[in-house]
């Protein structure tokens, strides 16, 4: 049971170069989330999926779109990368409902933008 | 919009000392979760309360949930070094995003 898996784990890009990073979960959830995460500044919410097809924003949407075609992936898309993009970015699922709704992380992606 | 604060940012102990840091919500909460990152590691889930005024336990870690569903507490008793790592509160509103607190680093010095 592999449970959360982000590809890719490492990946450099140069300002203006696009990326899609991979999000996959076995364990049919509903929700998934994508975080990105800056020293001291905890997790912050980019956008987040409630079921398969949908897709709302978070606390910082911009510069990034999300689909999630099939319910078992959310991808996250960065058209024109810059370097406050710079972070380690992890893709989380979680059930819905209001009790047992803990949600699994992945290994987390290290991006940089030079 | 929704808003999860936690205090301290930081907090240094001394192995043995007690530690304990706090989430405040600018809303009611559904509910809160607690989770634990160790250095270089992803978010790990530790526990979720549910009810007004909940209190849980695990072995030295205990939980508790404000009458209010507003705020909640995490207390370590008596640190050990495995206990180093940033803790993590997250709320649900009402609605469907999880968000996080900012988040409690904490080092054990042995």
């Known amino acids: 049971n592999a449970g959360v898996t982000q590809t890719p784990k490492f990946r450099v890009l140069k300002t203006g170069q696009s990326m899609t990073l991979l999000c996959a979960q076995d364990?049919?959830?509903?929700?998934m989330y994508w975080y990105r995460q800056d020293p001291g500044m905890g997790l912050r919410l980019i956008h987040y999926?409630?079921?398969?097809?949908?897709?709302a924003k978070g606390e910082v949407p911009d510069g990034y779109n999300v689909s999630r075609l099939k319910k078992q992936n959310f991808l996250l898309g960065l058209e024109s990368a810059a370097p406050s993009q710079t972070s380690v970015y992890f893709c989380?699922?979680?059930?819905?409902?209001?009790?047992?709704?803990?949600?699994?992380f992945g290994q987390g992606t290290r991006l940089t933008v030079v | 919009g929704q808003q999860v604060m936690q205090i301290p940012q930081y907090q240094h102990v001394q192995e043995g000392e007690d530690f304990t840091t706090y989430c405040n919500s600018s809303?009611?909460?559904?509910?809160i979760q607690w989770y634990k990152q160790r250095p270089g590691g992803h978010p790990v889930f530790l526990i979720q309360?549910?009810?007004?005024?909940e209190v849980k336990k695990q072995k030295r870690l205990t939980f508790q949930f404000g009458e209010a569903k507003k705020n909640s507490s995490l207390h370590i008793t008596a640190t050990q070094t495995t206990d180093v790592g940033t803790y993590f509160c997250?709320?649900?509103?009402?609605?469907?995003?999880?968000?996080f607190g900012a988040g409690t680093i904490l080092r054990v010095k042995s």
């Open positions: 364990m049919n959830h509903e929700y």
């Open positions: 999926s409630v079921g398969e097809g949908t897709t």
């Open positions: 809303t009611t909460l559904s509910n």
């Open positions: 997250a709320g649900p509103p009402r609605g469907n995003k999880l968000v």
């Open positions: 989380a699922s979680s059930h819905l409902g209001t009790k047992n709704t803990e949600a699994f």
């Open positions: 309360l549910v009810k007004s005024g």
